[in-house]
T-cell receptor, first 114, second 108 residues
Framework: NAGVIQTPRHKVTGKGQEATLWCEPI?????VFWYRQTIVQGLEFLTY????????DSGMPKERFSAQMPNQSHSTLKIQSTQPQDSAVYLC????????????FGEGSKLTVL | GQQVQQSPTSLVLQEGENAELQCNFS?????MQWFYQRPGGSLVSVFY???GTKQSGRLTSTTVIKERRSSLHISSSQITDSGTYLC??????????FGSGTQLTVMP
């Protein structure tokens, strides 16, 4: 079991550029979550997929953030026109049983927007 | 206000001492979990503990749903226990809501 795999581990972009982050959940897990972690805000929920379907994206900044799960083996988080305040560690997690089951987190993708 | 209150914010111990970390929830909870995070590292689930008491080695978690609280007890702390401990809850929605964490430092 390789765990949740996230790529890239580190990404540096210039202000206004696009950033795409990838997540491969644990095989067999039906629920995938995206969170964002900063020192100031702590851990913030972004979005949740179950069986590839978007269930809750209430944490996503609507204008520039989007997430997809085209198949059961990967999910992407895309940030258009990145801003310095988007700098954070983006964490993907998966679980067998949705939000009430045990969550397994990836190592995270650290995004730095200059 | 904050739905998940963790205390203490930080804790410094001598190796061998015990630690007691607390989480209090302002709303009723369906489930809760304890996570551990090293500086720069990812979150590792320590306990998935809807209610009652669970033990794993030197770690014991006790959750009392009716009282909306959970505790994590670390006995005979070791230097390698240093890091941030976070509790998180769900309460009728999809979101796992995290506390702000307890930063534990164990000194030799």
């Amino acid at each position: 079991n390789a765990g949740v795999i996230q790529t890239p581990r580190h990404k540096v972009t210039g202000k206004g550029q696009e950033a795409t982050l990838w997540c491969e959940p644990i095989s067999g897990h039906s629920a995938v979550f995206w969170y964002r972690q900063t020192i100031v805000q702590g851990l913030e929920f972004l979005t949740y997929f179950r069986n590839q379907a978007p269930i809750d994206d209430s944490g996503m900044p609507k204008e520039r953030f989007s997430a997809q799960m085209p198949n059961q083996s990967h999910s992407t988080l895309k940030i258009q026109s990145t801003q310095p305040q988007d700098s954070a560690v983006y964490l993907c997690a998966s679980s067998l049983a949705g939000n009430t089951g045990q969550l397994y987190f990836g190592e995270g993708s650290k995004l730095t927007v200059l | 206000g904050q739905q998940v209150q963790q205390s203490p914010t930080s804790l410094v111990l001598q190796e061998g001492e015990n630690a007691e970390l607390q989480c209090n929830f302002s709303t009723s909870l369906n489930s809760m979990q304890w996570f551990y995070q090293r500086p720069g590292g990812s979150l590792v689930s320590v306990f998935y503990n809807p209610s009652g008491t669970k033990q794993s080695g030197r770690l014991t978690s006790t959750t009392v749903i009716k009282e909306r609280r959970s505790s994590l007890h670390i006995s005979s702390s070791q230097i390698t226990d240093s890091g941030t401990y976070l509790c998180a809850m769900t309460s009728g929605s999809w979101q796992l809501i995290f506390g702000s964490g307890t930063q534990l430092t164990v000194m030799p």
